[in-house]
């Protein structure tokens, strides 16, 4: 069983930033990717940006050069720094990891965390 547990969330004026964090716990042997998507009333949920072992990255093309994704494994946390937010990133964001629970033995599937809300009024 894997837990992610998301923080840092809220209501935020356009151009403003944020940071969002995400702690991993559980039966967690290795974490081989780990990263963000989010999803926006009406649409469905998106990739936003995550971070495979070793630090390659994948960003949404509309968050490239605004937001960073970077993880510690040390903590199992990642976090993604938003910055020069606008009104189209409202959206509730989740946090996401795909983990080895032993050595060479990935979990059955990816886990989530809850959600949280962010908000950025024009």
């Known amino acids: 069983q894997v837990q992610l547990v998301e923080s840092g969330g809220g209501l935020v004026q356009a151009g403003g930033s944020l940071r969002l964090s995400c702690v991993a716990s559980?039966?967690?042997?290795?974490?081989?990717?780990i990263g963000w998507y989010r999803q926006a009333p009406g649409k469905q949920r998106e990739l936003v940006a995550t971070?495979?072992?070793?630090?390659?990255?994948n960003y949404l093309d509309s968050v490239r050069g605004r937001f960073i994704v970077d993880r510690d494994d040390a903590k199992k946390t990642v976090y993604l720094k938003m910055t020069s937010l606008q009104p189209e990133d409202t959206a509730v964001y989740y946090c996401y990891a795909d983990v080895d629970i032993a050595p060479l033995t990935p979990n059955s599937s990816p886990s989530w965390g809850q959600g949280i809300q962010v908000t950025v009024s024009s």
């Open positions: 971070q495979a072992t070793g630090g390659r990255t």
């Open positions: 559980g039966t967690i042997f290795t974490i081989r990717t």
